[in-house]
């Protein structure tokens, strides 16, 4: 059974870090294009970054410049490095995996992520 699992969340100052990871098992991450999505409180899922599989990366405007994200296939997990964060970061955050051209498409539990002013 696929499963996908978010790790590093947690609680940070504004202004401060957090790295959140997701690992796979039972897929390859490289075939996959992994994202990373967040939902606010009484707010729609929104789209944060994803990353290709040949490593083109793609960042919403809100947190560009300050979130990195990369993947380590070897390791089969993608990071996202959060940096300045923001009040406005708060969220759970999901990962994703999709295989393009294909039905793939799998979703982890989600991992809290809240920033204290």
């Known amino acids: 059974q696929v499963e996908l699992v978010e790790s590093g969340g947690g609680l940070a100052q504004a202004g401060g870090s957090l790295r959140l990871s997701c690992t796979a098992s039972?897929?390859?991450?490289?075939?996959?294009?992994v994202g990373w999505y967040r939902q606010a409180p009484g707010k729609q899922r929104e789209f944060v970054a994803d990353i290709g599989k040949s490593g083109v990366t793609e960042y919403s405007d809100s947190v560009k410049a300050r979130f990195t994200i990369s993947r380590d296939d070897d390791k089969n997990t993608v990071h996202l490095q959060m940096n300045s964060l923001d009040v406005n970061d708060t969220a759970v955050y999901y990962c994703s995996a999709e295989r393009k051209g294909t039905t793939y498409e799998f979703w982890g539990q989600g991992i809290q992520v809240t920033v204290s002013p």
């Open positions: 039972q897929i390859w991450f490289k075939l996959y294009t």
